[in-house]
Structure formats: C-alpha cells, structure tokens
C-alpha cells in the first residue's frame, strides 16, 4: 500500500491548483422547473443534490469539477462527474489535471480546511481565493498528480477485494444455513 507519510507535501493556494473557480447563480425554489438535471446546493447528502430541474436561460451548468459548500453544511466538497446547476451556495472548482480519482484525492484535503469555517464563517470568494492545502509534490516542487490518481486507484482496488470478500463469505454463510436455497430470490 501507497504512503502518504514516505511523500514530500508542500502548501499551495486553492487557484494554484483549480484553474476555473466559479461560484453558481442564484435559482429560487419557486423558480424550479421540473426536469432532470441534478440542482447541486449546500447539503451534505446525496453528493449535493437538492432537487431535479431543467436548464433555464441564466443558468450555469457545470460537469466533471468539485462542488464546495459555501455556506449551510459549509466546506462540504463533493465530485460531480454528471452535468448539474450549481445553487450560489456552491462554488465549482475545476483542475484542468485532474480526473475522478485526483479529484477524489483534492476533496479530501479540501475538507480538511472545513474546520476554518462554519455557520458565521462561511466560504466566499476572497476566502477561497486565500485558501490553502497541502498536497504531495515531485522532486521539482508540483503537485504530484500522478501520485494522487494512483494513490486513490490502489485503495478503490483494496476496497472493491474487500467488499467482494464479504459477499463471497455471507453467500457461502447463506448456502451453508440453507442448503436447498438456489441462490435465487423470488419477490
């Protein structure tokens, strides 16, 4: 298993690191339209996503980026692989480097600055801006993205094994307590 404490770390300021930060617009509730595009706000739950609604003129629509709670379960972050309208209490971070797995690894050290802020504290854009996070580097002093892809592959893989284990043991628990049972439900 990949280290984290045989790495060398170094402080970098949020738009070092994101190139395209951009807070979402302002959509009342009573402006919702009903539709299928995920409405990312401030909740901690269900990866942001407060409501289903379609794309109206004004809106901004982001994909592929991190969605960043300013203000409600503030510092929540979340990967938003889908395309989704972002409420004005989300600000979308998006790193031309980085794929699901960096933007994995980015999430964490992104919510670790969550204990700065709270209710009366909340993330704006000067804030964000000023913003730093420790991250892995290269021998030339960047930050190692390729160490934070492979880092968060390996433990998906140990993860997924694990998970495959307990399957395979709760099956053959379920076949030995009921030996006529074929391995099928019926509903």
Request: proline share 4%; aromatic share 12%; with cysteine.
């Amino acid at each position: 298993m990949m280290k984290l404490d045989e790495r060398n770390w170094k402080d970098f300021a949020v738009p070092e690191i994101f190139q395209n930060i951009q807070r979402g617009k302002r959509l009342k509730n009573a402006d919702h339209i009903p539709g299928i595009v995920p409405y990312v706000s401030s909740t901690a739950n269900n990866n942001g996503v407060d409501d289903y609604i379609e794309v109206t003129e004004g809106t901004r629509v982001f994909k592929n980026c991190i969605s960043l709670a300013n203000s409600g379960s503030v510092g929540t972050a979340f990967y938003e692989p889908f395309a989704f309208v972002a409420s004005d209490h989300i600000t979308s971070l998006e790193c031309k480097e980085a794929n699901e797995y960096i933007y994995l690894f980015l999430i964490t050290v992104l919510e670790q600055q969550g204990s700065n802020f709270n209710f009366n504290r909340e993330i704006n854009d000067i804030r964000i801006k000023k913003m730093r996070v420790m991250l892995p580097v290269t021998d030339d002093g960047e930050p190692d993205f390729q160490f934070m892809e492979d880092y968060i592959r390996e433990l998906m893989t140990a993860k997924r094994e694990q998970y495959q284990a307990y399957v395979e043991k709760r099956l053959k628990a379920l076949k030995f307590a009921y030996p006529n049972w074929g391995g099928t439900v019926n509903c």
